[in-house]
């Protein structure tokens, strides 16, 4: 059985795009995946890096949910 999934990387890697822009494309991708019918969607937790975007894995998926 084949499984499908995304993974919400929240690191912006692009010198123009702003921080907001990057977590507003990271929502609408995560918005996508679910109309593509997508199987999971997971969210990236940067260990032991003073960079997160993303500091509540948990609470950013009940909200995408």
Known sequence: MLHVGVNL????????????EMFQGEL???ELADRLGDDSLW???HHFDD??????????LAHVA
């Open 51 to 60: 960079y997160a975007m993303c500091p509540d894995n948990v609470l950013l």
């Open 28 to 30: 609408g991708l995560a």
């Open 9 to 20: 990387g929240f690191g912006n890697l692009h010198e123009k795009l702003t921080d907001e």
């Open 43 to 45: 969210a990236v937790e």
